[in-house]
Nanobody, 119 residues
Framework: QVQLAESGGGLVKTGDSLRLTCTAS????????IAWFRQRPQKERESVAS????????YSGDSVKGRFTISRDNAKNTAYLQMANLEVEDTAIYLC????????????WGQGTQVSVSS
């Protein structure tokens, strides 16, 4: 069964760091573009970062650039989102997604993990 499962969310304070993990099963994540999205309260889902199968990274929005880092470990079939200097505005459900080369829309989605940042 093709699946993505996120983990690593939690309740932290402003300025803390957190690493989210996205574990793939049923397919080879290395062959896919992976991305992290977030759904903040009362806001639409937004892209956070993406990483293509051949290593091209994109970060969405000035608010995460320099603080968030997307990476992958192909041997573990896993992707990560390292988040540093967290802000209250980063509070959201974070979802990972994957899509094969040539497809724009994400084809596989995880269920999400909650990140809550308190002041």
């Amino acid at each position: 069964q093709v699946q993505l499962a996120e983990s690593g969310g939690g309740l932290v304070k402003t300025g803390d760091s957190l690493r989210l993990t996205c574990t793939a099963s049923g397919f080879t994540l290395a062959d896919y573009t992976i991305a992290w999205f977030r759904q903040r309260p009362q806001k639409e889902r937004e892209s956070v970062a993406s990483l293509t199968w051949n290593g091209f990274r994109t970060y969405s929005g000035d608010s995460v650039k320099g603080r968030f880092t997307i990476s992958r470990d192909n041997a573990k079939n896993t992707a990560y989102l390292q988040m540093a200097n967290l802000e209250v505005e980063d509070t959201a459900i974070y979802l990972c997604a994957a899509t094969p080369p040539g497809r724009v829309e994400m084809q596989i989605w995880g269920q999400g993990t909650q990140v809550s940042v308190s002041s």
